[in-house]
């Protein structure tokens, strides 16, 4: 029974929180299969018919590894997952504006890395035009997060004061 109602609430508490959160699930959504198509196809990095595309961002990721699809794959996929699990928290137990924040850069980094790459690779590609539309709206969601991130911090700063005032009118009676 209690299962049951702890079950009811999580999922009570993610649709209502939906509205204001979707363009970061969405996000971390794209990352994440992203990353996994990536992962799951390296051979766009040295395929002919690939390769030339994303021959800037294998550039940008050869200082690191030899393993363009591993590095720019793997870094989608845990960005992309850490931000769905802080989303998931943030709906069902607690806030984590902080964290959403940081997810939010962290992405806008990989997708204007992307960018970066695609123009790099002097290839014709329609995703210099779609790209940037994602870098938007993880600014957007940046933005959202740091709102929140100042408001659960004047939250914070009240509950403490009402502790402290709570703790000294005990104290004196």
Known sequence: MQESRT????????RDHWPAR?????????LITWGIYVLLHPA???APETAALFSGLASI???ITEYPALAWGGAS???GL???LALFVNGAWTRTPLIRLIASLLSMFIVTQIIIGLW????PNPGLVVYPWFVIADLLSAYR??????????LREVQKETRRDTRIASISA
């Open 7 to 14: 079950f009811h609430m999580i999922i009570r508490s993610l």
């Open 22 to 30: 979707k363009l970061e699930w969405l996000m971390s959504g794209f």
């Open 44 to 46: 766009v990095f040295t």
């Open 61 to 63: 990721s050869s200082p």
């Open 77 to 79: 996929f845990a960005v």
């Open 82 to 84: 850490s931000r769905c």
């Open 120 to 123: 790099q690779s002097g290839v």
């Open 145 to 154: 997060a740091a709102v929140d991130v100042v408001h659960a911090e004047k």
